[in-house]
């Protein structure tokens, strides 16, 4: 990283003036959040805007945008607001906490508290659970159940453990996450909640109740009264359906090469296991379906250094490029943003092909 460089990496910000959503690439320093647009998934200088930190509030869950739930939201000293998408939960927090910390730079006892971790949490005796499922319910700032899908199986009105975790910290019935998974865990020991499909309910048998309610992106949950189960017989489960049910075990910002224009564009990737597949999505679209994706079975994957870049491949590639080749012999030009990131990623894809 550069000099004075707190973190950087992609991110998704809504337009001020379009509401849209891009991809811009994010260098966070002391007083200042930089934005840079990419061409061939690179950034392109100068910076395209800068966010000034001095006065400003920072909202983290945002749960402003219903199909984007890893907002955070930064309200500057002139009550500009900017929204920005990261690609997975911990990501999200991450950059929240480097942020925060650069806000409160000035000051130290603010700066240390980021770095207090909780590790005990008792349900004060004046919170009623009634209260909080009767505000889960509000139809304006409630939790909006949805069908999900885990391993083959339809879900009706269930929502995600993360989700939960999110809401209840933004509407401040916990201060912290492990807060969140605590209270999140009391309410399925009183039976306001119940755990569904495999992943949850295994969380169920640990017996520890600060481990029973994952906060987790593939976990899902409903409320006891409305439980309903619609799995979908085996002969009818469509190819979409099997690929989406794997484990999620990487996801991330990465730049991809088109097969037929030869432009890069970033994607959220998505590396799942039982069955292998890694998915690639549109980060501007709303509606959270891959827009490409292919088995890792008899796949290979390999870094391309700076002397083994094909000619095929456009842009400036150097350094970051690799390569996936499906058992159908097609070719996926990948760049991630830097070479640890590649070696990741490689790593993680070579254990699942």
Not at 55 to 69: A, K, M, Q, S, V
Not at 149 to 158: A, F, L, N, R, V
Request: charge should be positive; proline fraction near 5%; include cysteine.
């Amino acid at each position: 990283m550069e000099d004075g460089v707190l973190k950087e990496g992609f991110l998704v910000k809504r337009g001020h003036i379009v509401h849209n959503w891009k991809v811009r690439w994010f260098i966070l320093r002391q007083n200042t959040l930089l934005y840079y647009k990419l061409e061939g998934g690179r950034r392109v200088a100068p910076p395209k805007g800068r966010i000034l930190l001095d006065g400003c509030t920072i909202t983290c869950p945002c749960l402003d945008y219903e199909n984007r739930p890893l907002l955070i939201k930064l309200k500057t000293r002139t009550s500009t607001e900017y929204f920005l998408e990261a690609c997975s939960r911990e990501e999200r927090d991450a950059w929240a906490f480097e942020i925060t910390g650069a806000i409160h730079a000035g000051q130290p006892g603010k700066v240390q508290q980021l770095h207090i971790l909780k590790n005990s949490f008792k349900l004060p005796p004046h919170i009623s659970l009634h209260r909080i499922v009767d505000k889960m319910h509000d139809s304006s700032s409630g939790i909006r159940p949805s069908p999900n899908m885990e391993q083959g199986s339809t879900y009706k009105k269930t929502f995600l453990g993360s989700s939960l975790v999110d809401w209840l910290i933004s509407s401040s019935f916990a201060a912290s996450r492990l807060e969140a998974v605590t209270l999140a865990s009391v309410l399925m020991e009183e039976n306001f909640l119940r755990p569904v499909g495999v992943r949850s309910m295994g969380a169920i048998r640990s017996g520890d109740l600060s481990e029973q309610f994952l906060d987790d992106s593939t976990a899902l949950y409903t409320f006891a009264e409305s439980y309903r189960k619609k799995p979908s017989p085996k002969e009818e489960i469509s190819l979409s359906t099997v690929e989406l049910s794997g484990l999620v075990v990487k996801q991330g910002f990465l730049s991809k090469q088109g097969h037929k224009r030869k432009n890069w564009k970033v994607r959220r990737f998505v590396l799942r296991r039982d069955p292998a597949f890694l998915h690639y999505y549109d980060p501007a679209k709303e509606e959270n379906r891959p827009v490409g994706g292919f088995s890792l079975r008899g796949s290979l994957v390999s870094a391309l250094e700076d002397n083994g870049v094909p000619t095929g491949v456009k842009g400036n590639v150097q350094g970051n490029l690799f390569k996936v080749i499906t058992k159908d012999d097609i070719h996926y030009y990948i760049q991630a943003s830097s070479k640890a990131e590649r070696a990741e990623w490689i790593e993680a894809i070579k254990k699942l092909t």
